[in-house]
C-alpha cells in the first residue's frame, strides 16, 4: 500500500524541463563576467526551465536573497511537505513550532510537532489587474502591500480542519494555531523575476524593451500596479505544477504565471517590456 509521505509526493507533477539557448550575458545587468544559470521559476518551487548563463554573480545574489525569503518562509512547510526539491534538504527538520493553547484559560505557547502532522497555510498574495493592462489608476495599494490574501490550509493526511481536531486530540491541547506570513514585496519580485526571464528565455531581449530591470536591480516596487497584478479571483486546480506563458497586449509583453496551479492557486499578471516597433 502506498503511503501517505508516497502519496503526496506523487500528488505534485513534474514541471516540464526546458533548456533555453544560453544568454551569455547577464538578463538583468547586462554583465558578460561570472555568469551562471537562471532557474526561470526557482529551482526549490520544482521550476525546471533554464537560461543558461544568463545571470551575473551581483544579480543572482540579489535574486536568491528574494527568492529565498520565499521557499524558507511562505513555501517552507509547503515544499517539506510535498518533497520539492531543496539543495539542502537533508538539513529539513523533523519537527516544526505549532502555536498551541494547552488548556483554554492558558496563553498560546509553542509545542514541536511531527513535520508530517504540521497543519500549514499557504498564502498568496491578491492583487487586480495591472494598470497597463486594464487601463485603470490605482490610487490605493500601488506598492508591494496588499490587504487581501488567498489563504488554503493543508495537511497530510486529510482534510485540514479534521486534521486540526485529530492533532488537538493527539497532542492533548485545547487548541492549535497555524501560523504564516506573507512576504509580499520579496513575493512581488520573485514575479517581477520570473516575468522579465521568461520573456527573455521565450522572445529575446532583443525584441523587447525590458520594463523591470529597474525594479530588481534596486528592489523598487512603488509602481508594481503599474507592472504586477492578479485576476483577483478564485480559479479551479490545474493539472499542472506551474503556468507560464506569454502575451502580447497594445504592444506589451505580457507574462501569465501561475505557481503551484495544483492546487488552485491566484494567477498573476506581469508586463515585462514593451515590443520593439
Known sequence: MESISQKLKSFLPDHPAKIYPSAKRCIYCGSTENLSDEHIIPFG?????????????????????FEGTCLRTMFGPLRMLYDLPSYRKKSRPKKLPLKVKIDSK???TKMDVEQTDYPFLVLFPIFQLPDLLSGKVTVDGR????????????????????????????????????EAKAHVEEFCLMLAKIGHAYANAEIGCDKFE???TSALLRKDLSNRADFIGGLGRDEAPSSALHELSVHDHNNLV??????????GTPTYYVVAGRRFL
Open 45 to 65: 518551487m520544482g521550476g525546471q526551465m533554464v537560461i543558461p548563463k544568463a545571470s551575473c554573480k551581483a544579480c543572482s545574489g540579489l535574486s536568491s536573497a
Open 254 to 263: 505580457v507574462v501569465r504565471i501561475r505557481l503551484l496551479a495544483k492546487l
Open 106 to 108: 492558558d496563553d498560546w
Open 210 to 212: 525590458p520594463l523591470l
Open 143 to 178: 506598492d508591494a502591500k496588499t490587504n487581501k490574501l488567498w489563504i488554503r490550509g493543508a495537511s497530510a493526511s486529510q482534510g485540514f480542519f479534521s486534521h486540526m481536531d485529530t492533532l488537538i486530540a493527539k497532542l492533548g491541547v485545547h487548541a492549535v494555531m497555524p
